[in-house]
């Protein structure tokens, strides 16, 4: 199965819907907010300056750079049409903020005419990231500055012993749903690659010690697993019991590792 954050709109709209609610989850996460928050304070948001997100999904993790950056123009791209149609739902009531649909490969921006651009759980999900730095580092003006956040999936874990039957949902994640587990490996090089300076590299933890946090991959890998043959109705509901059931008792240990690099076009 190819990744289908590749192609979002051939995954369907329940595909869609899904995500879209998934990632509004997972940025209300303590965790993510700090970490969203500590790269945006890291930035300048000039009245007159133009920050863009390429791959804003839905949007939630624009919605937060249009707020911190308000006054300042606030412009997310995204390949996806049906993800464009749920972020401009999702945010009536910003005149900072505008989502347009675009691939990261071909942004419709002039040469140096963007402050900073930010790519926030994106490059796990591309063939060719280097492609989408390379444009990034032409949008960006000379002094801009380029985030990249990202999962690395390499790492992701929902195990609290050897052969946890809980972890296959995480590796079946990672398996299924991303494109590229070890890019972060590969970033600090990919980005200096692309002509950027980095500025700043480093790796926070994400744990998941309740239910909701990983709740939607669980349900949804277990489902792709019994669609798909691998395992019977009665697995797939035992995991989700027991996900549940780890939560509620205290015991649920999950965790991703999310780097946070940060580079200047000079
Ligand atoms: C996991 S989602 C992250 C969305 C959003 N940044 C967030 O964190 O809420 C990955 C996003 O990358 C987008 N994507 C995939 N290929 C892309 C490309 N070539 N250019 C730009 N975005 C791309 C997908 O459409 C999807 O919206």
């Known amino acids: 199965m190819t990744d289908p954050f590749q192609n979002v709109d051939a995954a369907g709209p329940e595909f869609i819907k899904i ?4 990632m509004e989850i997972r940025q209300s996460d303590p965790t993510m907010e700090a970490l969203v928050a500590g790269y945006l304070s890291r930035l300048d948001f000039a009245k007159d300056s133009l920050t863009v997100e390429i791959g804003a999904g839905a949007g939630a993790v624009t919605r937060r750079i249009a707020k911190h950056a308000a ?10 049409a049906g993800f464009v149609k749920e972020a401009r739902a999702r945010a009536p009531n910003f005149d900072n903020l505008r989502f347009e649909q675009a691939d990261g490969a071909t942004l419709p921006v002039a040469d140096n005419s963007v402050d900073n651009a930010i790519l926030h759980t994106v490059l796990t999900h591309v063939v060719a990231p280097e492609t989408l730095l390379a444009e990034a580092a032409r949008a960006l003006r000379t002094g801009g500055w ?12 929902l195990a609290s012993a050897a052969n946890d039957p809980l972890d296959c949902c995480a590796k079946e ?7 590229d587990p070890h890019l972060v490996g590969r970033l600090r090089g990919l980005i200096a690659d692309a002509g950027l300076r980095l500025d700043h590299f480093d790796v ?3 744990v998941i ?6 709740l939607p991959w669980v349900e949804i890998t277990t489902r792709d697993m019994v669609t798909r043959g691998l ?5 797939a509901d035992a995991l989700i019991a027991e996900h549940a059931q780890r939560a ?3 015991r649920l240990y999950g965790y991703q590792a999310i780097a946070t690099a940060i580079a200047q076009k000079i």
């Not at 380029?146 to 874990?157: I, P, R």
């Not at 994640?173 to 494109?179: K, L």
């Not at 010690?209 to 990983?214: D, K, P, S, V």
């Open 71 to 80: 006054p300042a123009q606030v412009i997310g791209y995204e390949p996806s």
């Open 248 to 250: 509620a008792d205290g």
């Open 204 to 206: 926070q933890s994400r």
């Open 19 to 22: 995500f879209a609610d998934t």
């Open 231 to 235: 395992i019977g109705q009665g697995l």
């Open 173 to 179: 994640f990672v398996r299924t749903y991303v494109t």
């Open 146 to 157: 380029l985030v990249v956040a990202d999962v690395d999936f390499s790492k992701a874990a």
């Open 209 to 214: 010690i309740t239910e909701a946090q990983m």
